[in-house]
C-alpha cells in the first residue's frame, strides 16, 4: 500500500530549463510534506518542505506546490543546473497525528540535468 | 560542526546472523529515526527514538531492534538475519521529533 507516489521515475531535461517532479498521496490526513536529494553514496538531504496550510512554498531556485483537493504535490527546479542530477525523494508526515517524525517516502524520481 | 555520522559504511553477514549498526546525531539533535532503504525504492521507517524510548514503529518484525543512549546516539540490531535484510539502512536526526530530519551516508548492509 503506497501512500507516497511518484510514479516518474526518470526525467531528463536541459540545463537553464524547468524541472517539475510530481508527487501524490493518499492519506488525507497527511499534513507536511517535504522533498529530499539524494546523490550516489549519500544520504538524503533535505530540500524543501510545505505545510499543508499553504498551497506554496519557495527557496531560490526550488519551490514546491500542495494542491490538497487533488492530494498532489509538485518540485519546481528553475533554472535546472546539472548539478542538480540525482534522485529525489517527496515524503510525507502526518503530524496531525501521534506520528510526528514518522517520514512516509515516495519511490523516488531519477532527475538528469543534461549541459 | 558534524554531521549524521553511521558506521560501519558496509557489512556483510551470513543468513542467520544478527548486526549492529551505529549512528551519531547531528549536534544539537536528541531525535534519531531509522529507515531501510531497498534498491530502487525509498526510505521506509524502522523505528523513531526520542529520550531513549522507542517512540514511533514501522511495519518491520520484532527482529529489529534498537536503542538510544544518553548522548543521543543510536544502535539498530537485526537477529536472525535473512537475505531480504539486504538494503541500505539510513539513519536520521532531529530535535524534538521534528519532520525536518537530517541523514547520514547510510550502512550498506549485504546478507549471503
Known amino acids: 500500500d503506497q501512500q507516497v507516489k511518484q510514479n516518474s521515475p526518470s526525467l531528463s531535461v536541459q540545463e537553464g530549463r524547468i524541472s517539475i517532479l510530481n508527487c501524490d498521496y493518499t492519506?488525507?490526513?497527511?499534513?507536511?510534506f517535504l522533498w529530499y536529494k539524494k546523490y550516489p553514496a549519500e544520504g538524503p538531504t533535505f530540500l524543501i518542505s510545505i505545510s499543508s496550510i499553504k498551497d506554496k512554498n519557495e527557496d531560490g531556485r526550488f519551490t514546491v506546490f500542495l494542491n490538497k483537493s487533488a492530494k498532489h504535490l509538485s518540485l519546481h527546479i528553475v533554472p535546472s543546473q546539472p548539478g542538480d542530477s540525482a534522485v529525489y525523494f517527496c515524503?510525507?508526515?502526518?503530524?496531525?497525528?501521534?506520528?510526528?517524525?514518522?517520514?512516509?517516502f515516495g519511490q523516488g524520481t531519477t532527475l538528469q540535468v543534461k549541459p | 560542526d558534524a554531521g549524521v555520522t553511521q558506521s560501519p559504511t558496509h557489512l556483510i553477514k551470513t543468513r542467520g546472523q544478527q548486526v549492529t549498526l551505529r549512528c551519531s546525531p547531528k549536534s544539537g539533535h536528541d531525535t534519531v529515526s531509522w529507515y531501510q532503504q531497498a534498491l530502487g525504492q525509498g526510505p521506509q521507517f524502522i523505528f523513531q527514538?526520542?529520550?531513549?524510548?522507542?517512540?514511533q514503529r514501522g511495519n518491520f518484525p520484532d527482529r529489529f531492534s534498537g536503542h538510544q543512549f544518553p548522548n543521543y546516539s543510536s544502535e539498530l540490531n537485526v537477529n536472525a538475519l535473512l537475505l531480504g535484510d539486504s538494503a541500505l539502512y539510513l539513519c536520521?536526526?532531529?530535535?524534538?521529533?521534528?519532520?525536518?530530519?537530517?541523514f547520514g551516508p547510510g550502512t550498506r548492509l549485504t546478507v549471503t
Open positions: 515524503a510525507a508526515d502526518p503530524r496531525g497525528s501521534s506520528n510526528t517524525g514518522k517520514l512516509i
Open positions: 492519506n488525507s490526513m497527511f499534513d507536511y
Open positions: 527514538y526520542y529520550e531513549e524510548e522507542e517512540r
Open positions: 536520521a536526526s532531529s530535535f524534538n521529533q521534528g519532520a525536518e530530519q537530517y
